[in-house]
């Protein structure tokens, strides 16, 4: 398996950093999880051809993560993709098709089928990923609630399971603590350590994980307790390097 940490950002703006994308490959299939800003730009200099695509996963609805699909979708358009794409949403993908019509992009003029599929689906196309929900909407629960807003506060972590060992993407977190089965004796996890507190990020080391990818830009006190720990399992995720398992 390999992952490419296309996009190691966060939601603030950045000279160097392109919002959360990460292209995770193995032997015959290929997937981007998120699709933040940057990531066509990314995915080209990655090599990308318009079919090797199999299909995107979107964690959750927040800019930083699906900002970049719409120049995605158009660059394998113009690319002349033939292949079917599976786009996976985590919530309204009914909605989604009026989207692209806002953008001027009409999926019948495309040579590809466009499938607008719920993530919580994926596993059935692709039994090797597995999904998590998370904490991190949770927050937004009062607003909604309070007018009436159709947004169902989805949001999933990833997994993609092999012989060689698991890798797990947080994706955004509250707490580390509402993905701890999840996460548990996996290979590699790549971890929103933006979000959660330091603390949260610590107990990451009681659950037998070989190699903790801290991404999403740390926290100051995360990143000056990783200096000063630098035997941990973790490490900072570097963008557009390509991990192993
Ligand atoms: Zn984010």
């Known amino acids: 398996m390999q992952i490419w940490t296309l996009g190691t950002g966060s939601g603030w703006p950045s000279q160097e950093l392109n919002n959360s994308c990460v292209l ?39 800019p ?21 794409l599976k786009l996976y949403l985590p919530e309204r993908e009914d909605e989604f098709i009026d989207m692209l019509r806002f953008f001027y992009t009409f999926p019948q003029r495309f040579a590809f089928e466009l499938q607008v599929l719920p993530l919580l689906t994926v596993s ?3 039994p090797k990923i597995s999904v998590c929900a998370n904490d991190h909407l949770l927050g937004y629960k009062d607003l ?25 993407y947080s994706s955004d ?29 610590q107990k990451l080391r009681e659950y037998g994980i070989k190699r903790i990818l801290l991404t999403h830009e740390c926290r100051a006190e995360t990143r000056k307790w990783l200096s000063e720990n630098p035997d941990s399992p973790y490490q900072e995720a570097i963008q557009g390097h390509k991990y192993h398992i």
């Open 144 to 168: 909604i609630e309070s007018q009436n807003l159709p947004n169902q506060l989805s949001a999933f972590s990833l997994k993609l399971s092999s012989p060689q060992g698991d890798f797990v």
């Open 173 to 201: 977190l509250g707490t580390t603590d509402s993905i701890a089965d999840f996460v548990r004796d996996t290979h590699t996890l790549l971890v929103d350590a933006g979000h959660p507190e330091l603390q949260q990020i």
């Open 124 to 126: 059935e196309d692709f």
């Open 24 to 62: 995770v490959k193995t032997e015959n299939k290929a997937f981007l999880w998120d699709a933040g800003e940057g990531c066509s730009r990314s995915l080209l200099k990655a090599g990308m051809t318009a079919n090797e695509l199999d299909a995107v996963l979107i964690t959750h609805l927040h």
């Open 64 to 84: 930083d993560h699906i900002s970049g699909i719409f120049m995605l979708i158009q660059m394998l358009y113009l690319e002349g993709r033939t292949k079917t």
